[in-house]
């Protein structure tokens, strides 16, 4: 109860900020939304070109496909290893550490309070492009409350993807190099870029065991109704397997990470 009283707290806080710098807030999504309105037009443009579809996904499927990307994107932005850079080097992560809550709750609840003024944001911008291309895609209810429910359960496991990635930064100063890497990795695995299912078949098979297809292309494929209830069950299981794993070892290597940070600074 201590725990979620103090996300509480410290998800006020984040929304508190984000709150004051609205404008701010708005030119991001605006900036993370001109990606995925390019892959829509590009794909859409490709699959009327080629008969209708391309690899199992029609012309309207590409469409909704990106619009639904968008939610997605805007709410799994998680907390880049670059910050890690500046909180080790100058000496601000030790203003942390003497609090009782404990860092990654503290950076969890803060980008969980962002999302409330992200999505307020997102929804009007949405509306905008479902008007301007008019997909023809008609979830159920159940496929909504999946896929929102699908996003959030995304943002936390990107989330501990980015933070246990940041940690790196106590070993070495190239974390942003390490980073970069991940990111290409997350570009082409994720269906960030494209759908899986127009990449190769290993790449398909690869996506299938890292973490990066479902933070992103396994809650879209629900709501466009790519994946029916056992697929959607089967993607909640390697959401929660993947935070499961990851969280014990982003336990063990911060502990590690502490250790040498005190060893240093002494």
Same mark, same amino acid.
């Given at each position: 109860?201590?725990?979620?009283?103090?996300? !509480?707290?410290?998800?006020?806080?984040? &929304?508190?900020?984000?709150?004051?710098?609205?404008?701010?807030?708005?030119?991001?999504?605006?900036?993370?939304?001109?990606?995925?309105?390019?892959?829509?037009?590009?794909?859409?443009?490709?699959a009327t070109a080629?008969?209708?579809?391309?690899?199992?996904?029609?012309?309207?499927?590409? /469409?909704?496909?990106?619009?639904?990307?968008?939610?997605?994107?805007?709410?799994?932005?998680? +907390?880049?290893?670059?910050?890690?850079?500046?909180?080790?080097?100058?000496?601000?992560?030790?203003?942390?550490?003497?609090?009782?809550?404990? =860092?990654?709750?503290?950076? +969890?609840?803060?980008?969980?309070?962002?999302?409330?003024?992200?999505?307020?944001?997102?929804?009007? =911008?949405?509306?905008? =492009? /479902?008007?301007?291309?008019?997909?023809?895609?008609?979830?159920? &209810?159940?496929?909504?409350?999946?896929?929102?429910?699908a996003v959030i359960?995304?943002?936390?496991?990107?989330?501990?993807?980015?933070?246990? &990635?940041?940690?790196?930064?106590?070993?070495?100063?190239?974390?942003?190099? &390490?980073?970069?890497? /991940?990111?290409?990795?997350?570009? =082409? @695995?994720?269906?960030?870029?494209?759908?899986?299912? @127009?990449?190769?078949? !290993?790449?398909?098979?690869?996506?299938?065991?890292?973490?990066?297809?479902?933070?992103?292309?396994?809650?879209?494929?629900?709501?466009?109704?790519?994946?029916?209830?056992?697929?959607?069950?089967?993607?909640?299981?390697?959401?929660? @397997?993947?935070?499961?794993? @990851?969280?014990? +070892?982003?336990?063990?290597? !911060?502990k590690r990470a502490?250790?040498?940070?005190?060893? /240093?600074?002494?």
């Open positions: 109860m201590r725990l979620a009283n103090a996300y !509480w707290v410290q998800a006020r806080l984040g &929304l508190q900020a984000q709150m004051q710098y609205r404008v701010a807030s708005l030119f991001s999504i605006l900036g993370f939304i001109i990606e995925p309105v390019v892959y829509l037009v590009v794909w859409r443009t490709i080629q008969g209708g579809a391309i690899a199992g996904y029609t012309a309207d499927e590409f /469409v909704a496909y990106y619009i639904a990307w968008t939610l997605v994107r805007v709410t799994n932005i998680g +907390l880049t290893p670059y910050v890690w850079d500046g909180r080790i080097q100058q000496g601000r992560i030790n203003d942390h550490l003497t609090t009782p809550l404990h =860092l990654f709750h503290r950076d +969890l609840a803060s980008f969980a309070g962002w999302k409330p003024v992200w999505i307020a944001w997102w929804i009007p =911008l949405a509306s905008l =492009l /479902v008007l301007v291309f008019q997909p023809q895609i008609r979830p159920s &209810l159940w496929q909504i409350l999946a896929f929102f429910g359960t995304g943002f936390v496991l990107r989330f501990i993807v980015l933070w246990v &990635l940041g940690l790196t930064a106590f070993w070495t100063t190239r974390a942003s190099a &390490l980073f970069e890497i /991940v990111t290409t990795a997350e570009l =082409l @695995l994720s269906g960030r870029l494209v759908p899986l299912e @127009l990449m190769p078949p !290993w790449v398909q098979t690869l996506a299938n065991w890292l973490p990066f297809k479902w933070t992103f292309q396994g809650p879209i494929e629900v709501v466009i109704g790519k994946t029916d209830a056992a697929g959607t069950a089967a993607m909640f299981g390697y959401q929660f @397997l993947w935070i499961a794993a @990851l969280g014990v +070892l982003t336990a063990v290597v !911060w502490i250790r040498r940070y005190s060893a /240093v600074g002494s």
